[in-house]
């Protein structure tokens, strides 16, 4: 996801062609469908995991994490889908200050829901990590029903003030004839503010962090899984519980394989280009928007 406030307007300008503007509208077009499925799956799997009362913990946190990825997936179609069709379709109506307005005031949701269900996912990995390589410390300190309602706690009150500054950041200008215009605020272009927040502290704990900690806990929950799958074949019966503690296993080995194949490409590329290109015809015009169409896909 862009992290440069300079990118938030989306209006044509010079670097931008006709065919250009048509790509992106299309791309993210076809993204906001994907994005409608999203979160028509993510309900549906609300809805089904209320239906499970074997393992409480893990259907919460599931439930948990697809709540914020459905409302990170509400506001994304807003601040590009819709954003791009108003502005390149319908013109001047994206410089209304009722939609600018509402541009500026919920793009600090879209990081909220997105620091959220990147920490959850953590939340999740470790869970499951003590579940399975410290049973008995993970049962007693850790995977009980209130130590996870006070991890999500924390996750959701972390989320919340870490992205409070960037409700300062942008504000709007309204030009007259029912027409605006956003600036940035004059302490973003600080340069320790963003090479500290807006840069450090967002590669910090959206990706570096985040994956240092999915990373281990992931290789050692994958040996564990291995080594209960070979536990299994030998033998003959096996108890409903252990099935479905392995399969709840194999859902979250996956769940971080996909956040660490879709977050890292779009991350290694916002440290290289900044997200900034002289024209839409260079290929890191191209390399951005795939990599948001990667970063947008684990949400879904």
């Known amino acids: 996801m862009n992290n440069s406030t300079g990118q938030f307007n989306g209006t044509v300008d010079p670097v931008h062609t006709h065919d250009c503007i048509i790509f992106r509208l299309g791309l993210y077009t076809v993204l906001g469908f994907f994005c409608i499925l999203g979160f028509i799956g993510n309900a549906i799997s609300i809805s089904v995991l209320s239906k499970d ?9 599931l439930q948990t994490i697809s709540l914020a990825d459905n409302a990170f997936l509400c506001i994304w179609i807003m601040q590009y889908t819709i954003r791009y069709y108003i502005e390149y379709a319908l013109g001047g109506a994206g410089n209304s200050p009722a939609w600018l307005y509402t541009r500026v005031f919920t793009f600090p949701l879209l990081y909220m829901a997105q620091t959220e269900t990147i920490w959850l996912t953590v939340v999740i990995a470790l869970n499951r990590y003590m579940a399975v390589c410290k049973p008995y410390l ?5 995977n009980t029903p209130i130590t996870v309602y006070r991890e999500v706690a924390v996750v959701t009150a972390f989320s919340i003030l870490y992205n409070l500054p960037r409700y300062f950041e942008l504000k709007v200008v309204e030009t007259g004839n029912g027409t605006a215009s956003w600036a940035p605020a004059n302490y973003t272009a600080n340069y320790y503010y963003r090479v500290i927040y807006t840069d450090g502290f967002y590669q910090l704990f959206s990706f570096i962090l985040p994956l240092i900690i999915l990373a281990y806990v992931n290789i050692n929950v994958t040996l564990a899984y291995r080594a209960a799958q070979k536990r299994k074949q030998k033998m003959i ?3 409903r519980k252990e099935t479905n503690e392995n399969n709840i296993t194999l859902v979250m080995i996956i769940i971080v394989l996909v956040f660490m194949l879709c977050l890292a490409p779009a991350r290694i590329v916002q440290l290289v280009t900044q997200y900034k290109y002289d024209h839409c015809h260079e290929t890191a015009f191209y390399v951005i928007h795939v990599v948001n169409v990667l970063e947008v896909s684990y949400f879904l």
């Not at 993970?138 to 850790?142: E, K, P």
């Open 138 to 142: 993970g049962a007693r300190y850790c």
């Open 53 to 61: 009362h074997t393992s409480p913990i893990a259907r919460f946190l």
């Open 237 to 239: 019966g096996r108890a």
